[in-house]
């Protein structure tokens, strides 16, 4: 089992800044990628940013250039600095862990929300 706890969401500003953070714990070694994902209201949770182990990264479109994601392997952690936010990144962020056997884990959510 993986336990992921997730912080930093608040209520920002249009063109403001946030940095989530995730901090893993548990089995942290069947860990093979980590990411981030939102689901606005009525929705579907989207993916927002994966990276791999090795570091390889992926981004949705639409917050490509504005989003970073990166973990650090001695902390077990990973967040993503999101920059130039739009009242259209507002959602719950779930941090994300999936291990060896593709099997996911999830954190509980944290709240952005970015006005207008």
């Known amino acids: 089992q993986v336990q992921l706890v997730e912080s930093g969401g608040e209520l920002v500003q249009s063109g403001g800044s946030l940095r989530l953070s995730c901090v893993a714990s548990?089995?942290?070694?069947?860990?093979?990628?980590t990411g981030w994902y939102r689901q606005a209201p009525g929705k579907q949770r989207e993916l927002v940013a994966t990276?791999?182990?090795?570091?390889?990264?992926n981004y949705a479109d639409s917050v490509k250039g504005r989003f970073t994601i990166s973990r650090d392997n001695t902390k077990n952690t990973v967040a993503l600095q999101m920059n130039s936010l739009k009242p259209e990144d507002t959602s719950i962020y779930y941090c994300?862990?999936?291990?060896?056997?593709?099997?996911?884990?999830w954190g509980q959510g944290t709240q952005v929300t970015v006005s207008s």
């Open positions: 548990g089995r942290i070694s069947t860990i093979n990628a």
């Open positions: 994300n862990a999936r291990n060896y056997y593709s099997l996911d884990f």
């Open positions: 990276i791999t182990r090795g570091g390889t990264t």
